[in-house]
């Protein structure tokens, strides 16, 4: 089965900085997605980032980029210039290919401070 | 990005009673959604998986006669706990399937919280 692992239960980082959350992940697929997801406190999932495992080139989505390393099994988030409003638990989630319907498999999260 | 809509975004009821969770993709047709249950600081936990037409998958511990789902077409997913105790009380997300537009993508509802009283 895969597993999704974020490892830092926290980070915290200064407004207008950069923050990287980390990811790690276990499959034996080939064919399969990778997502970034935030949750701020009213507890809306959104939709931040999303890369497919058959591309080389990192995602980027304006302040956010990810560094996905396939033969490490790795899918970190880089956040930059952060805002206030990036405050919000960061949940890494990982979906197989083909005929799985969909199903993701998630990070515990990490919860992100922004301090002023 | 594509839109989910939830309804209702908080209930409160008593003990005893069944409460209904509209899901709808309001934007794109979603032959698959899921439903999950989080508990305050923690991760999703994925409940089924509903298909439109077909029967849910429930997840392992997941009893499908106390969570009912029906699919009934490719925009609504409805979630019916029955005979609902203080222990169901928690938020409860959907989410559907979207791989159109934007390649294979999953879409979120904004929660339900259920208060059990």
């Known amino acids: 089965a895969q597993t999704v692992t974020q490892s830092q239960p926290e980070m915290s980082v200064q407004e207008a900085e950069t923050v990287t959350l980390s990811c790690t992940y276990d499959t034996s697929e080939s064919d399969y997605y990778l997502f970034w997801y935030k949750q701020p406190p009213s507890r809306q999932m959104i939709l931040v980032i999303r890369?497919?495992?058959?591309?080389?080139q990192n995602a980027t989505e304006n302040r956010f980029s990810v560094n996905f390393q396939k033969a490490a099994k790795s899918f970190s988030l880089k956040i930059s210039d952060s805002q206030l409003g990036d405050a919000a638990m960061y949940f890494c989630?990982?979906?197989?290919?083909?005929?799985?319907?969909?199903?993701?498999?998630f990070g515990q999260g990490t919860i992100l401070t922004v301090h002023p | 990005g594509a839109v989910v809509s939830q309804h209702p975004s908080w209930v409160i009821c008593k003990s005893g009673t069944s409460v209904k969770i509209e899901c709808r993709s309001l934007?794109?047709?979603?032959?698959?959604m899921f439903w999950y249950r989080q508990f305050p600081k923690q991760s999703l936990m994925l409940m089924a998986t509903s298909n439109e037409g077909s029967k849910a998958t429930y997840e392992q511990g997941v009893e499908k006669d106390k969570f009912l789902i029906n699919h009934a077409s490719l925009t609504l997913s409805t979630l019916t706990v029955t005979s609902a105790h203080p222990e169901d009380s928690s938020f409860y997300i959907c989410?559907?399937?979207?791989?159109?537009?934007?390649?294979?993508?999953?879409?979120f509802g904004p929660g339900t919280r259920l208060l059990v009283l």
């Open positions: 890369q497919e495992a058959y591309k080389q």
């Open positions: 989410s559907a399937r979207d791989s159109g537009r934007f390649g294979e993508t999953q879409y």
């Open positions: 934007d794109f047709q979603a032959t698959t």
């Open positions: 989630a990982y979906q197989a290919g083909g005929t799985s319907y969909g199903k993701l498999t």
